[in-house]
């Protein structure tokens, strides 16, 4: 069946709402292809950044008055992926769930998008994005790669893992989205354990808090083995190369 995205955007844009009401801004799910600067890029799925809305807004009817989280996406590369209409929509709802945990754990809200900022910032950052959307990841010497799974590594740390594991089980809870398994929403990372051992030491948080405003949640300590799983991960990147070289082969 020919996928209907207007019907996936409405829905992703109700579901990421009902997950998280206290949000005080609103979201808009946005095609890369409508904005100019981003077309052909070959970087991302999807992605959000704090100046995104002042990007798109030109580009969609719908924009709020005020500030907003804007999310993009690639359709072309959604279907590329070639799955069956049950397992897109999931695949779909857990990639937007992905980006607004960004968002959300990025505090866009009150961090960002209460604030004023410098004339010119908005063209920098669309320059910037635009700049780093269109690197070919195949093309990437080895050096850039490393600078590349290090910042993957580090804006996919343990909050960032902590908000998506609600985020997903709420969206399955509320909305009958059928399962988003925590490597559907947290992607796998290199360097950083798998997303199933840090649901596994989230353990019964997400039920357990499904009520509380996500700024609750931040704002308070996650189960101890969760956080010490991450710092495993933190300590076991940061061997420097050269010293991981020089460890004697087992075999
Ligand atoms: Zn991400």
């Given amino acids: 069946m020919a996928?209907?995205?207007p019907l996936l955007e409405e829905e992703a844009t109700r579901i990421l709402k009902r997950c998280a009401p206290c949000q005080a801004f609103p979201v808009r799910i946005v095609a890369m292809e409508l904005i100019p600067v981003f077309r052909g890029q070959r970087m991302f799925i999807a992605f959000t950044q704090?100046?995104?809305?002042?990007i798109v807004r030109p580009y969609i009817a719908d924009a709020p008055p005020g500030r907003f989280v804007a999310i993009v996406y690639d359709r072309a590369k959604i279907e590329e992926w070639g799955i069956d209409d049950d397992a897109l929509r999931r695949h779909w709802v857990a990639l937007q769930c992905h980006e607004y945990a960004h968002a959300i754990e990025l505090r866009f809200e009150t961090d960002y998008l209460r604030r004023e900022l410098p004339a010119g910032t908005v063209?920098?950052?669309?320059?910037?994005l635009a700049a780093g959307a269109n690197v070919d990841p195949q093309q990437m010497t080895a050096k850039e790669r490393?600078?590349?799974e290090d910042l993957s590594f580090h804006s996919h740390d343990d909050r960032f893992v902590r908000v998506a594991l609600h985020l997903a089980h709420r969206a399955e809870t509320f909305c009958k989205t059928g399962r988003i398994t925590p490597g559907m929403v947290c992607s796998t990372t290199p360097g950083r354990s798998h997303p199933d051992r840090y649901a596994a030491e989230l353990g019964d948080e997400p039920a357990r808090r499904i009520a509380d405003p996500f700024a609750a949640i931040m704002a308070s300590d996650p189960p101890t083995a969760f956080s010490e799983l991450f710092e495993r991960d933190k300590k076991r990147r940061e061997i420097p190369l050269a010293q991981s070289e020089k460890q004697?082969?087992?075999n």
């Avoid at 704090?50 to 002042?54: E, G, I, S």
């Avoid at 063209?123 to 910037?128: K, V």
């Fill in 248 to 250: 004697p082969c087992p």
């Fill in 146 to 148: 490393e600078e590349w």
């Fill in 3 to 5: 996928i209907s995205w």
């Fill in 123 to 128: 063209e920098h950052d669309a320059t910037g």
């Fill in 50 to 54: 704090t100046q995104l809305d002042r």
